[in-house]
């Protein structure tokens, strides 16, 4: 008995079809049925019932079809340990973080990974959301933070911090006590923002436009805390993702939820869908899906 016979059978299975499974195996339909047929004899038993009208497995077929399946699985996990040993398992996690808001969601799960895996060897590279992804498809980063919204098919991507963008406005501002605000009200605001280099500029931007309203910033800057600090003393107002906000000093200012439309703000993990998944960045990823930070 071969793992070639394991997985034909398995995928005949599957596919409940000797047709359908040839197919999806590369081979000819004769090849795949007389390799069940031999798997047959050698077994002493019918795993297929040939009679019935539609595919259907014998008693000893559904038996040996959960060994197979196991043996399979098996076989696969058994692979990837050879795999990561090969690829060296205390290796190396080339991380990309985006300023601020990754660093300070990401800083207690880079501490619990160090002291997880701490002969792994964690390269930290600070990066914008672009840069961020351009350097993942390129290879030169194995993961990044990113601030949503990021699409391409080329990348996989996990939801890390599920959260919105919220209205910040100085103390005594008219809008300081309303718990909602539509960006109709605010289009006359002087609005502070990140600069262009920050993907979420143009998020911001774009949701202006699905209000129907050209947006313009009255200062930008690249730094965030900055604009906190601006809208916190009277300077204008800011449109600052939520978790940022709570991070920072936020008696001093006041938050209410954005409306037509709403702004919904998700912090995210992203690697490449095509590349082989070592055993740090495994552990890193499997990390963040399951712990909360």
Same mark, same amino acid.
């Not at 000797?18 to 590369?26: M, N, Q, W």
């Not at 077929?61 to 205390?90: C, V």
């Given at each position: 008995?071969?793992?070639?016979?394991?997985?034909?059978? *398995?995928?005949?299975?599957?596919?409940?079809?000797?047709?359908?499974?040839?197919?999806?195996?590369?081979?000819?339909?004769?090849?795949?049925?007389?390799?069940?047929?031999?798997?047959?004899?050698?077994?002493?038993?019918?795993? $297929?019932?040939?009679?019935?009208?539609?595919?259907?497995?014998?008693?000893?077929? @559904?038996?040996?079809?959960?060994? *197979?399946?196991?043996?399979?699985?098996?076989?696969?996990?058994?692979?990837?340990?050879?795999?990561?040993?090969?690829?060296? *398992?205390? %290796?190396?996690?080339?991380?990309?973080?985006?300023?601020?808001?990754?660093? $300070?969601?990401?800083?207690?799960?880079?501490?619990?990974?160090?002291?997880?895996?701490?002969?792994?060897?964690?390269?930290?590279?600070?990066?914008?959301?672009?840069?961020?992804?351009?350097?993942?498809?390129?290879?030169?980063? +194995?993961?990044?933070?990113?601030?949503?919204?990021?699409?391409?098919?080329?990348?996989?991507?996990?939801?890390?911090?599920?959260?919105?963008?919220? @209205?910040?406005?100085?103390?005594?501002?008219?809008? %300081?006590?309303?718990?909602?605000?539509?960006?109709?009200?605010?289009?006359?605001?002087?609005?502070?923002?990140?600069?262009?280099?920050?993907?979420?500029?143009?998020?911001?931007?774009?949701?202006?436009?699905?209000?129907?309203?050209?947006?313009?910033?009255?200062?930008?800057?690249?730094?965030?805390?900055?604009?906190?600090?601006?809208?916190?003393?009277?300077? %204008?107002?800011?449109? @600052?993702?939520?978790?940022?906000?709570?991070?920072?000093?936020?008696?001093?200012?006041?938050?209410?939820?954005?409306?037509?439309? +709403?702004?919904?703000?998700?912090?995210?993990?992203?690697?490449?869908?095509?590349?082989?998944?070592?055993?740090?960045?495994?552990?890193?990823?499997?990390?963040?899906?399951?712990?909360?930070?």
């Amino acid at each position: 008995m071969t793992l070639t016979q394991l997985e034909y059978f *398995a995928e005949t299975v599957r596919s409940g079809n000797f047709t359908k499974a040839a197919g999806k195996l590369f081979v000819s339909q004769p090849t795949l049925s007389r390799a069940i047929q031999n798997l047959e004899k050698e077994l002493n038993t019918i795993l $297929i019932d040939r009679d019935a009208k539609d595919f259907q497995l014998t008693r000893d077929g @559904l038996i040996f079809f959960s060994y *197979a399946e196991d043996m399979l699985t098996d076989f696969r996990e058994k692979t990837r340990e050879m795999m990561d040993k090969l690829e060296n *398992a205390d %290796g190396k996690l080339r991380l990309g973080i985006t300023p601020t808001t990754g660093a $300070i969601y990401f800083f207690s799960a880079i501490y619990r990974f160090r002291e997880l895996y701490p002969v792994v060897d964690l390269e930290i590279e600070e990066v914008t959301t672009r840069q961020g992804m351009e350097m993942v498809l390129s290879g030169q980063l +194995d993961m990044s933070v990113v601030i949503d919204p990021v699409e391409d098919s080329q990348l996989i991507k996990l939801p890390v911090v599920n959260s919105e963008a919220v @209205l910040l406005v100085p103390k005594g501002h008219p809008l %300081g006590k309303r718990r909602s605000v539509s960006f109709a009200e605010i289009q006359n605001e002087p609005m502070l923002m990140v600069s262009k280099e920050y993907m979420y500029h143009d998020v911001v931007a774009e949701k202006f436009r699905e209000a129907g309203i050209e947006p313009h910033f009255a200062f930008e800057s690249n730094q965030w805390e900055f604009i906190f600090e601006m809208v916190a003393n009277g300077q %204008g107002i800011s449109i @600052l993702p939520k978790p940022l906000v709570d991070k920072f000093n936020n008696a001093r200012v006041h938050q209410a939820h954005l409306e037509k439309p +709403d702004f919904p703000w998700t912090l995210s993990l992203i690697r490449r869908k095509d590349k082989y998944l070592s055993t740090p960045c495994r552990c890193f990823w499997n990390m963040c899906q399951h712990e909360k930070f």
